[in-house]
């Protein structure tokens, strides 16, 4: 019995997107109808979204890279943005994220954020491993590249338990924004963003108290 899937696929280069489905077309299985729809922009995959809602034929799976120019209103800045959006109107939509960054911060709050059924570092992808991701997200989600495996394995194992603000402080804090800058990205004061750097380097065991050495030994231990 032949199963219709409708896949939106969202990324602004079209050469990596018609591989993606290029692949997905030669790898499906033989009951499988794929009906596949291109976006390059945010402003397109907001439109085809609407359009699959407003004719009752939503979408299965969603493809969606989290580095895309922002939509023209301004209300869409990437990736993660449209994810969100395909969660509230297409709630039974499988998303599966694709992203260039491999930095824990980043993924963590995908995951916390969207819970995505699928999620792929591109450098760690070949098209038997997007194949693979696609048939376990449409069955037996979720399918995690293996940059994103170890990346949430570090965390689990790990015996730190830093919260969100902590792991802001030191993910901005390894994009190179000095401390007195920091408050510009928080809603508590900077006495009170001292005192939380002052708790990781006792946490993280730094014994020369720089920022240096914090940095490294969070990046060692998975946290950046």
Not at 115 to 142: C, H, N, W, Y
Not at 190 to 197: P, T
Not at 200 to 215: H, T
């Amino acid at each position: 019995m032949e199963e219709t899937i409708r896949i939106l696929m969202t990324d602004d280069h079209p050469i990596i997107i018609e591989g993606y489905q290029n692949t997905l077309i030669a790898t499906k299985k033989e009951n499988q109808v794929l009906k596949i729809d291109i976006a390059n922009t945010c402003d397109q995959s907001i439109s085809f979204m609407q359009q699959a809602v407003d004719r009752e034929l939503p979408y299965h799976v969603l493809f969606m890279d989290i580095s895309l120019p922002p939509s023209s209103d301004g209300e869409f800045m990437s990736g993660e943005d449209l994810a969100k959006y395909a969660r509230r109107i297409m709630p039974k939509a499988k998303i599966i994220m694709l992203t260039m960054f491999n930095e824990p911060y980043r993924i963590h709050n995908i995951i916390k954020d969207i819970d995505p059924e699928g999620f792929l570092i591109k450098s760690d992808l070949t098209s038997r491993e997007l194949a693979s991701a696609f048939q376990a997200v449409m069955f037996k989600p979720p399918f995690y590249s293996a940059s994103v495996s170890t990346i949430i394995r570090k965390t689990i194992t790990n015996d730190i338990k830093l919260d969100d603000i902590d792991r802001k402080i030191l993910y901005l804090l390894s994009q190179g924004i000095r401390t007195k800058s920091l408050k510009d990205h928080f809603e508590i004061s900077l006495s009170a963003i001292e005192k939380r750097k002052k708790q990781l380097k006792v946490i993280f065991d730094v014994s020369d108290g720089s920022d240096e050495s914090l940095l490294a030994v969070a990046k060692k231990s998975g946290f950046i």
